[in-house]
């Protein structure tokens, strides 16, 4: 089983910066794809990025593509979203999750995650 904890949420103004963590627990971080998703208020759950076991593969969801960057450090049994340039739009919890369900284009729908962070909320002020 893993454990997922997210920090590094917050307030920002538009065309700010935030980095957000996801900390994992046990010894099989490596073996899973890790993904973002967030969630707006009164909306679904959508995908951000996510990222393969070795970090060779990666995935964006047009949205957010040239703006945000996910990356891991398994060492640290840690992912991360680097994410710049952000508008008001961006304004939601942001989720982190894994799955062991095979990477193939990354475009991983919600259901397909096995385990899920309990959220971080970041805020884009215009």
């Known amino acids: 089983q893993v454990q997922l904890v997210e920090s590094g949420g917050g307030l920002v103004q538009a065309g700010g910066s935030l980095r957000l963590s996801c900390a994992a627990s046990?010894?099989?971080?490596?073996?899973?794809?890790m993904g973002w998703f967030r969630q707006a208020p009164g909306k679904e759950r959508e995908i951000v990025a996510t990222?393969?076991?070795?970090?060779?593969?990666?995935y964006y969801a047009d949205s957010v593509k040239g703006r945000f960057t996910i990356s891991r450090d398994n060492a640290k049994n840690t992912a991360y979203l680097q994410m710049n340039s952000l508008k008001p739009e961006d304004t939601a919890v942001y989720y982190c999750a894994a799955t062991r369900t095979t990477y193939l284009s990354g475009t991983y729908s919600p259901r397909n995650m096995d385990y899920w962070g309990k959220g971080t909320l970041v805020t884009v002020s215009s």
């Open positions: 046990g010894r099989t971080f490596s073996t899973y794809h």
């Open positions: 990222i393969s076991w070795s970090g060779g593969s990666t």
